[in-house]
């Protein structure tokens, strides 16, 4: 009878410890989230997220970029990395249309047009500090919709100037890819509440 007992409480403790196996390597192989808690932080967070965008090395390097937080990152602190890198991005397109603004040589329309970029600009980077205070707060779906209109802040710049060549254009274009994977990252994070 000891030896059947000791058989059987080993065979239980076997099929437990396989269970559990089975279970932590399924969630990490299918699922980036369960419940409020995620699963996966750092680096593997970093490449799984990244999967999801369409510029998947610009996302790892952005996502990386804060030597601090990223090794340790859970999505919510992915969002507010990247929201900040597309934040400061906008501070160095507003300093090169300031820089434009003052060149007497340029065509008064192409200055006025200039003038209502930088508007533009200075929005999208004020709905980006939104963005960032709606997460910080667990508003993520409003966070979407502060995203959303810093995108459209950039827009609306972009066709204020004449031409897709100038520096602003180009800047602008990087603009969005950093506005498109924060977009991805609070998809994920705002999916979180649903799985």
Do not use: Y
Request: proline share 3%.
């Amino acid at each position: 009878m000891k030896l059947f007992a000791k058989f059987f409480s080993t065979f239980v403790l076997c099929v437990v410890v396989m269970a559990h196996q089975v279970v932590a390597l399924n969630l990490l192989n299918e699922n980036l989230i369960t419940g409020k808690e995620t699963l996966l932080k750092g680096k593997l967070l970093i490449n799984k997220v990244c999967t999801k965008s369409p510029t998947r090395d610009l996302c790892v390097e952005v996502l990386s970029s804060d030597p601090l937080v990223s090794p340790t990152a859970n999505l919510k602190d992915l969002a507010i990395i990247s929201l900040r890198f597309a934040a400061r991005n906008a501070s160095g397109i507003l300093s090169d249309a300031k820089i434009l603004i003052d060149d007497v040589n340029l065509d008064p329309d192409v200055q006025q047009g200039l003038a209502d970029c930088k508007e533009n600009i200075l929005d999208a980077e004020s709905q980006l500090e939104d963005t960032i205070a709606s997460l910080m707060i667990g508003l993520k779906s409003e966070a979407q919709r502060w995203l959303k209109a810093a995108l459209a802040a950039i827009d609306t710049c972009d066709a204020s100037i004449p031409g897709d060549d100038d520096i602003l254009s180009v800047d602008s274009t990087v603009f969005r890819k950093l506005c498109n994977i924060a977009i991805t990252v609070t998809k994920l994070l705002v999916r979180s509440n649903k799985l």
